[in-house]
């Protein structure tokens, strides 16, 4: 079967939802299906919306790439025009239809969609709330072929809270979610249960078990000059701001002195925290620490 994926970035990109739209990518290809990815050819998610400054242009991409026995076909991302940015996409399209077109986008990909959509079978798409979903949606329609989506969904998050995706997510022929609990909230939002498939979080749990657990633990707490009677409060993920980083690390400063705790930010970086984390004053970053 030749199945076709599409999201917004794809590994070396860090982030979950390509993570896991890559070891889904592997594990169809190993067992005999040709899958193809279209992505854009970003690395950090500041580059939806301008060119990153050169020194943070560490990771060259290649436009054709073979991941594996995993085809992937990287597009020039689009850079937004301001008017058509603001006037038809944030006023018309999100204030008055509520529909989150934002981006990015990008022509390039758009205008080779449906001969792509033709060639395939099936049709993958990744991670709402973003825009390939729905042109990626409409090509299939086009060409008569099915749709599958996995959503990374996000309850209450007011982009995922739109009208626009729970339509999507209805009409799709399949939804794939991570977890049994945004399979009953989405089920619970009108989406036909008999139609979501709940599998789990796609990481291969040997690559992540830990061995020698304490003795990183001793030379962690003595890099940072902490006892061992430390309480350890650990963030990890990508350091963005949408994470709710600010909120954890408001909370953690009403913390007692008496607790002794200290609050681990683990994590790749982005120019929204090291300019956040730059703000705390040395006394915090005693105990909230960067890693």
């Known amino acids: 079967m030749k199945v076709l994926h599409l999201i917004q ?31 854009l050819d970003v690395d950090e998610e500041e580059e939806f919306w301008i060119d990153p400054p050169v020194e ?41 239809f509520g529909m989150y077109f934002y981006g990015p986008h990008s022509l390039e990909m758009y205008g080779r969609l449906l001969a792509e959509v033709r060639a395939t079978d099936v049709v993958y798409l990744h991670t709402i709330p973003y825009p390939h979903n729905f042109v990626g949606y409409v ?35 399949a939804v794939v979610v991570i977890s ?48 061992e009677q430390s309480r350890v409060i650990v963030f990890l993920g990508r350091k963005l701001e949408y994470k709710g980083i600010a909120t954890l690390v408001e909370a953690f400063k009403r913390l007692p002195a008496r607790l002794d705790a200290v609050l681990l930010l683990a994590g790749p970086s982005s120019p929204w925290f090291d300019e956040f984390y ?10 909230i620490i960067d890693l």
């Open 9 to 39: 970035r794809y590994p070396p990109a860090v982030g979950g939802s390509e993570t896991w739209c890559r070891e889904l990518c592997q594990r169809l290809a190993a067992s005999g299906d040709q899958v193809k990815v279209l992505t």
């Open 56 to 96: 943070r242009c560490t990771t060259r991409l290649g436009r054709l790439a073979w991941d594996g026995r995993v085809l992937v076909r990287r597009y020039r991302r689009s850079l937004p025009v301001y008017h058509l940015y603001h006037s038809l996409l944030k006023v018309v399209l999100d204030r008055w």
């Open 139 to 173: 090509a299939a329609r086009l060409c008569g072929k099915p749709v599958i989506i996995t959503p990374h969904f996000h309850p209450g998050h007011p982009y995922y809270e739109r009208r626009s995706n729970y339509w999507l997510l209805r009409h799709c022929d």
């Open 180 to 227: 049994d609990y945004e399979r009953d909230y989405l089920a619970g939002r009108g989406v036909d249960a008999t139609r979501i498939v709940a599998t789990g979080t796609g990481l291969d749990v040997d690559d992540y078990r830990p061995s020698d657990v304490w003795r990183f633990r001793t030379e962690l707490l003595a890099a940072h000059g902490l006892s």
């Open 278 to 287: 730059r703000g705390l004053s040395a006394h915090d970053r005693t105990r």
